[in-house]
């Protein structure tokens, strides 16, 4: 009646028991608000059934930041327990507990923080900056959110009934087969990463048809903002790598549920074919995480400092280098798996050849700032933080991309030092740039800048004490994924050095909540009369903040890149004609479809198979209602929108 | 405290911080760097070279993000300013061009390195190697000497100065066999062979241990490797020949976590060999179990 | 008001355009989804494990059989998109009846090899063959049943309200689907069959 869920699934230790027990209430304790304040019907009209991406980009926002919270504290549990558990000592986690921590916070933070990000930003700036006035498929887009937030809400779940995987977040064979782990924990991983993951094949799907076919008249490619260049070759990334996630996971799936034999080390099988497929989906994917991210500095250093972007063109082949190369690079990620000398070398020259365009583009921005006038805003701090960090990681990433020296550092805390740097570089410190730089068009208002000054020293300081000691312990043979050490290594000092990053980390996590309650208190002050802030170049600066529904009353014409820069400084100014606006109506479809997926999800965890198949039922059942709806778009007149301005 | 202080005083606090912190790092064990034999040596030399190397590209550019913050700020106003000024040929030319021309010397160093440190590849030398096969195992490293007829758990020992031929598999999950002092890993499959050729340049211990997670007892997975002389190796040999019971690989084959350090008498030279092909071809006992 | 229709005929223009593109667009991911399990094929097809491979199991002319099914699938299924031109309901209808038989037929004969294989001890736990044919074969079989019914959901609307732009915009999908999945059976048989039987 309920497959293999029992009573013992409930039953955890004092710490899993905490955490578990306080998201609940957490979540609890804002049900709660939301009946006392009276917001349901407000927050269910203005954003769970909303198809505005303006909208759908602030619940993404909401979940990845609630995500990076979840992922931190895995962190910090860990820095813990390796500052502790040295000789005698085992720490206070058991060795179980601790690798489902290192596998949820790589899970969470790539696929949850990550893509969240990504799409957040995708949401709220692709449609602006094209001057178009919503997404290719805006129902589409809503259940793309939905499959996400199943993701994160599986892994947050795994916290009260039964147990995460504790492979490691990429989740390799044999270990993750029936064999060594025949319980839920790893079919967790599979149905959290595989509904997330055709979300954001979904989700590239739509944005690429939005690019292409979407744009306002006059932009051509070589007019787009290179934000829009960046997030176009972060699509092309998405829409060739997540199939192969899809059909992998896949594959792991029939190994585990029916008994195949595509990766057990026996029958026939071959372990080492998944993780070349996983790897073949893992490189792009890293480069989908920190393409958005460039995108970002790219937007803000020119605007900061009041120069036109360097080298578009060069940005753009770079950028076209970079998405191209990243495909056929995959195999460093095992250089030890004894692939031989000519293909090892083979994928170590194309992996050190993506040095050379990424570092133009830092040239590109560096020169950006040459000759202009530096305003260091919080976007421009976090940037050039970036460009420390950043180089620090590339200079070590094309050094491993040498296979006879990543013999020595794969899978040792120099491996994990080097991407904590290029994705906290560019990814993390990328993201907080945007969402400094454009949360005054989200919000109405300005975010306190000295918060976030703090904030940045905090994240700088914080990440250098926390990942330059695990440089140095890579090198004295430190692996990744260790509960317990011995005295003699001498690992302890800098385990302690890194655990104290992590704290002033979250001094900088603490600072930026603090932001932004600060900020919602004082917003009056604050507020963004022109929707033009920051004395903009790009188009989504020519619409009030917050911009209405249909983004645009007028679809702007453009001539020249840097629209919004060249209308401001126009001498010319047309009447605008306003014309009839359709848009979409709101749906409760796609919250019904995440409903429906977060209970497939859960019931194939735990083989309870007929209510497996009632949701699979009933996500076609929404399907077709909604395929069968005829009224699924309002119209406004002219007359409403030429009020409206 | 105004602005320009306190970064001063954040730069110099961190400063201090990573120097306290950086006393704590004995320097003999950073493995990496300090390597113990030929191999490792290599390995080593590269990381030197590749890091001089691209310190060319690094050092300007840390140089000019701070520079360029500095001279360009807003409030500079003696600066040139020139807002429309997006492109220069001559520059495109330099920023592509020299670092292609680093990774293109890095390039043709990674060819003939992967050639050279091919883990497969017998090291080129006139004495005679040793043979050592390695099994992964649910926690624990067996060591196989089959000219020599014994076996080991968590510890093996080995002349100074001699090749030593490792053959390595698993009967578990994927590891990863790592001693960072003798050089590079390479990982233990079951029902694979792999292979490693390292060598001792003097006595010494060394620690190794596994690098890729292979469940609950993962940490546990370290394991002592000892270069002795020839005549102390022979002696270590004899005793365990002499002393020690008899390897019962049912028994070791269990899953047990921190093992201590163990001696067998090898009784079946071709243990290994068995081992790997244990996932090649179906035994009428697991096709039919099915 | 004719402001209000010219803009909702644009609008139905632009709508059209975008769907077909953003369906083009997904069969190419699944051409890559496609491709991973014809990798993954190509990399097992070999492990045996001591039991049947291609060659004993596979019968070549049950497999053209199969083929040529669903070849005139695919014919029907464009004679349907030329009735859909000239409008003519009727026409539309009994073409993806057709269509739809022959999809039948081919899903009956592929459930009757994998019945028959599993029959004898070959089953996707056989080996490392075994389940990589069943899981390719199979996703192209799980494919085309979903076409199946999506042509009984599409077709329902058809017959009650007559070629709206609507529904003539989800045919040409459904259209594009069908001619995909023959273009992905003809690399399964000469891949999987052809290769595997010479």
Known sequence: ?645 | MNKKIKIIFSVLLLVAVLWVSVLFVDINKLSVLNPKGIIALKEYRLIVISTLMMLVVVIPVFFMTVFFAWKYRSDNTKAKYRPDEDQNHLAEVVWWGVPFVIIAILGVITWKSCIDLDPFRPLQMNNKPLKIQVVALQWKWLFIYPEQKIATVNFFQFPEQTPINFEITADAPMNSFWIPELGGQIYAMPGMSSKLHLIADAEGSFRGSSANISGTGFSGMTFIAKASSEADFNAWVESVQQSSSSLDYNKVVEPSQYDPQAFYLLTDGGLYEQIVMKYMMPTPKKYMGK | MTEHLDVRAHHLEETYSKTIFGFWTYLMTDCILFATLFATFLVLHKNTFGGPGAKELFSLPFALTETLILLTSSFTCTLSKLAAFRNDKNKVIAWFAVTFLLGVAFIAMELNEFAHLVHDGNSWQRSGFLTAFFTLVGTHGLHISTGLLWMIILIVPVFRNGLTPVSLKRLTCLRMFWHFLDIVWIFIFTIVYLMGAL
């Open chain 1, 1 to 645: 009646m309920f497959g293999r869920l029992n009573a013992d699934a409930f039953k955890h230790d004092l710490i899993e028991n905490l955490a578990g027990y306080s998201i609940l209430i957490g979540l609890v304790v804002v049900i709660y608000l939301m009946f006392h304040h009276q917001r349901w019907k407000w927050i269910w009209k203005e954003y769970i059934t909303s198809l505005d991406p303006k909208k759908i980009g602030v619940m993404y926002l909401v979940v990845a930041f609630l995500s990076l919270i979840k992922g931190l504290v895995d962190a910090l549990m860990m820095r813990v327990q390796q500052m502790f558990s040295v000789g005698e000592s085992f720490g206070y986690l058991e060795p179980d507990h601790y690798q489902q921590l290192f596998t949820a916070h790589g899970t969470t933070m790539i696929f949850f923080v990550g893509m969240g990000i990504v799409f957040a930003l995708m949401n709220f700036v692709v449609p602006l900056q094209i001057g178009a006035r919503d997404v290719a498929f805006p129902f589409l887009n809503a259940v793309s959110f939905y499959l996400y937030a199943v993701g994160a809400g599986l892994v947050v779940i795994s916290l009260v009934v039964g147990v995460f995987s504790g492979t490691g977040w990429v989740c390799y064979p044999p270990l993750s087969g029936l064999a060594y782990n025949p319980g839920v924990g790893v079919d967790y991983w599979i149905w959290s990463v595989q509904i997330a993951g055709i979300g954001s094949l979904l989700s590239g799907l739509n944005f690429f048809a939005t690019i292409v076919k979407m744009r306002c008249s006059g932009m051509t490619l070589m007019k787009m903002p290179i934000f829009i260049w960046a997030i176009l070759g972060t699509l092309i990334l998405i829409l060739f790598a997540f199939p192969i996630l899809t059909a992998t996971i896949g594959m792991l799936t029939l190994d585990r549920y029916l008994d195949m034999h595509f990766f057990t080390p026996d029958f026939g099988g071959n372990p080492m074919m998944y993780i070349n497929l996983i790897w073949a989906w893992g490189h792009p994917e890293v480069y989908i995480l920190v393409l958005p991210g460039f995108g970002v500095f790219s937007e803000v250093v020119a605007t900061f400092s009041q120069k036109r972007l360097f080298g578009y063109v060069s940005m753009i082949w770079a950028l076209g280098a970079i998405t191209f190369l990243s495909f056929i690079v995959w195999l460093h990620h095992f250089f030890t798996m004894g692939a031989g000398a000519n293909v090892n070398a083979f994928f170590g020259i194309m992996t050190m050849l993506i040095a050379v365009p990424t570092g133009v583009k830092i040239f590109n921005w560096l020169f950006t700032m040459h000759r202009g006038r530096v305003l260091f805003t919080t976007p421009m701090l976090w940037f050039l933080g970036f460009v420390l960090i950043f180089t620090i990681g590339g200079m070590t990433g094309v050094m491993m991309s040498m296979a006879p020296i990543d013999f020595q550092v794969h899978n040792s805390l120099f491996l994990i030092a080097h991407f904590h740097s290029v994705i906290i570089g560019g990814v993390v410190f990328g993201f907080f740039a945007a969402f400094a730089y454009w949360f005054p068009k989200i919000a109405g208002f300005k975010l306190n800048e000295r918060l976030g000054r703090y904030a940045f020293w905090c994240w700088m300081i914080g990440f250098i004490l926390a990942f330059m000691p695990l440089y140095a312990l890579g090198l004295m043979g430190a692996t990744r994924r260790l509960d317990h050490y011995d005295a003699a290594t001498g690992w302890q000092p800098l385990f302690v050095v890194a655990a104290v990053g992590i704290a002033i980390i979250f001094l900088g996590i603490g600072f930026q909540i603090l932001q932004v309650i600060v900020s919602i208190k004082h917003r009056k002050q604050n507020l963004d009369t022109t929707g033009d802030p920051w004395n903009g170049r790009t188009l989504e600066w020519a619409t009030p903040s917050p911009p209405p529904e249909y983004n645009f009353a007028v679809i702007p014409h453009v001539h020249d890149r840097d629209a919004f820069w060249t209308m401001k400084h126009a001498r010319v100014h047309h009447k605008p004609h306003y014309e009839d606006i359709i848009m979409p109506k709101n749906s409760a479809i796609p919250p019904f479809i995440g409903g429906f997926s977060f209970l497939l999800g859960f019931c194939l965890i735990w083989h309870i198979m007929w209510l497996a198949a009632f949701s699979f039922v009933g996500i076609i059942i929404c399907m077709i209602i909604r395929l069968s709806q005829k009224e699924t778009e309002h119209l406004i007149s002219a007359k409403e929108v030429e009020k409206h301005i």
